[in-house]
């Protein structure tokens, strides 16, 4: 997992930021500081050892009460000035976050984990995202596919299953299937949620999102070649269809970027398969292993954003009328 199982120690001045962050995820789950104490004091028995939890203690209500008035302008007596390694991974787990995401630590630069050995994480995540997307202008993002947010239910589903079915060609043949059946519907999952929260919540988030394909990738889908050779004409051509219909209806602020691979554009990220910002603040990215690492160190994110930007500069259609009648085009090329 990388970086994701150090030990995090919070530092005085990160307090505030963390204890408001602690007090509205307890209250997004319905919780009250009691019962966020009793829950911490439980898991602490599952994540932290015998002797190291006699050392330490257990949580208490005023302990939690303690860290949250830490966010107030003026804060009380006994008020807490940090949170120890193991508090942070003991209230992250019950929260539901990661040790990251809860101290919103950039320090370490880049986290890199593989989902398929972790797949709780994927909770962690779409969390994080959340969090960065509050206050976002946009989402920014380069793939080689669309994201499952842009594509139909059933061709995400099986899209899913022609790259999984690959990856898991080095495994005993009793054991693909199991492998296949668990990844395909944990990234299903991940992408229902995300396609739901997309069209749902179009009036209301305040970012536009922005994604990136080169020609040629888009045409595969069209095609049916590579990942999509097993996917039937209809289901490619539906998905092309909803795709337009998404970026026609501009109450979604939802645009497409047609760049050309042509033009040296497909070597501005080598060993990537996608790459998404949130303005300047949050960064993550596929390799092509299938690790997915991000980041919210500044220089890094800027840098990620650059190469974006510099594909922008160069596409082939970007204003929206301009992708429609592309898509048009695409869709009436498959007969």
């Known amino acids: 997992m990388g970086t994701t199982s150090r030990l995090i120690e919070v530092l005085p001045g990160q307090m505030r930021d963390i204890?408001?962050?602690?007090?509205r995820l307890r209250e997004g789950l319905g919780l009250t500081q009691e019962e966020l104490a009793k829950r911490c004091s439980r898991a602490a028995g599952e994540l932290i050892e015998p002797e190291d939890l006699r050392r330490v203690g257990r949580?208490?209500?005023?302990?939690?009460?303690?860290?949250?008035?830490?966010h107030r302008?003026?804060?009380?007596?006994?008020?807490?000035?940090t949170?120890?390694?193991?508090?942070?991974?003991v209230m992250a787990h019950v929260l539901g976050v990661s040790p990251e995401q809860?101290?919103?630590?950039?320090?370490?630069?880049?986290?890199?984990?593989?989902?398929?050995?972790?797949?709780?994480r994927a909770h962690h995540f779409l969390g994080l995202m959340d969090e960065c997307g509050r206050n976002a202008r946009e989402l920014f993002g380069?793939?080689?596919?669309?994201?499952?947010s842009l594509e139909t239910s059933e061709f995400m589903h099986r899209h899913h299953q022609a790259i999984f079915d690959a990856d898991a060609l080095h495994l005993p043949e009793e054991l693909r299937a199991e492998y296949n059946r668990a990844v395909v519907t944990m990234y299903d999952t991940i992408g229902d949620r995300r396609r739901e929260d997309l069209l749902a919540a179009a009036s209301t988030r305040p970012w536009v999102m922005t994604h990136i394909m080169l020609r040629l990738d888009l045409e595969?889908?069209?095609?049916?070649?590579?990942?999509?050779?097993?996917?039937?004409?209809?289901?490619?051509?539906?998905?092309?269809?909803?795709?337009?219909?998404?970026?026609?209806?501009?109450?979604l602020r939802i645009n497409l970027i047609v760049a050309d691979g042509a033009a040296g554009m497909d070597h501005l990220f080598p060993g990537f398969d996608s790459l998404v910002v949130f303005d300047e603040e949050f960064a993550f990215w596929r390799y092509d292993s299938g690790d997915i690492a991000y980041t919210r160190h500044p220089s890094i994110v800027r840098l990620r954003r650059a190469l974006l930007d510099t594909v922008r500069a160069h596409a082939l259609f970007r204003e929206p009328g301009d992708v429609v009648r592309y898509l048009e085009d695409l869709v009436r090329s498959m007969g």
């Open 19 to 23: 204890a408001l962050r602690i007090k």
């Open 59 to 70: 949580m208490s209500r005023s302990r939690v009460a303690h860290i949250e008035q830490a």
């Open 73 to 81: 302008p003026r804060p009380g007596k006994g008020v807490a000035i």
């Open 83 to 89: 949170l120890q390694p193991h508090e942070v991974k």
């Open 102 to 120: 809860l101290v919103g630590d950039h320090a370490e630069g880049i986290i890199t984990w593989d989902p398929l050995t972790n797949p709780k």
């Open 142 to 148: 380069w793939a080689e596919f669309l994201p499952c």
């Open 220 to 251: 595969d889908i069209a095609q049916g070649n590579g990942p999509y050779a097993g996917i039937d004409s209809a289901v490619r051509r539906e998905c092309l269809e909803n795709l337009r219909a998404l970026i026609v209806d501009r109450a």
